[in-house]
């Protein structure tokens, strides 16, 4: 395992060292000490390594993953795993505002809450949240799934497209278009595995699923108040 002590060592110098890691490098597991919420840790990541953050990060960590897995035993600042595009990242702790934006692949474990905005217009992430999360959140979500174990904030879904929702928790309120659906069969599988993948304890038939009603796709005149 190689070692490095933010400490000492500069971010930027961590991340270049991060970022050449070719697929077929021997040196697949690294874990990062003494990060000290420093921001854009680990970001831009494109080889099957094995990354461990032994402490909080700030803001964007292991944004535009690729490849990697990406472990945070702490807290994540803002911006966690936005723009994901495979691989792995899990947050020990809590998760700031708008983790996994815009991701398009791979899976995001929070074992804490996450903010408000969590899962904004994601693009075929999948994102599994172990507690609650905040208001707005899966704005414009387009394709995915968001799992939350916990509660969910006012306004879920705004603007939803085809992404899925699952919430074993209360809701608050759901956005605009964004409506309670039927849990079939193929849901149950397919939460099961998510929630397998991700080592959270619970059962898909304790979750609801919600969904896009698909009435802001196009203009129509009697919608024209919720445009």
């Not at 899962?119 to 939350?148: C, E, P, R, W």
């Not at 304890?201 to 005149?221: C, I, M, Q, W």
């Amino acid at each position: 395992m190689q070692t490095i002590d933010l400490a000492t060592t500069p971010l930027r110098e961590l991340n270049a060292a991060l970022q050449a890691q070719a697929a077929t490098t021997n040196q697949t597991e690294w874990l990062i000490e003494n990060p000290k919420g420093a921001h854009a840790i680990a970001v831009g990541l494109d080889a099957p390594i094995e990354v461990t953050v032994n402490g909080p990060t700030g803001y964007y960590c292991a944004g535009m993953n690729k490849q990697a897995t990406v472990h945070v035993k702490g807290s994540a600042g803002p911006g966690v795993a936005e723009n994901m595009m495979s691989g792995t990242v899990v947050i020990d702790g809590d998760a700031s505002q708008y983790a996994g934006a815009t991701g398009h692949g791979g899976l995001l474990v929070i074992k804490g809450n996450a903010s408000s905005r969590c899962g904004i217009s994601m693009k075929g992430i999948d994102i599994v949240v172990y507690g609650n999360i905040g208001h707005m959140s899966a704005f414009m979500a387009q394709t995915g799934n968001l799992v939350v174990l916990g509660d969910a904030g006012a306004n879920l879904g705004d603007s939803l497209y085809e992404a899925r929702l699952f919430v074993r928790g209360s809701v608050k309120s759901l956005g605009s278009d964004c409506v309670e659906k039927e849990m079939r069969p193929e849901h149950i599988v397919l939460l099961k595995d998510l929630l397998e993948r991700s080592g959270a304890d619970a059962k898909p038939e304790d979750f609801k699923r919600y969904g896009s009603a698909r009435t802001l796709y196009n203009f129509h005149v009697d919608h024209a108040g919720e445009y």
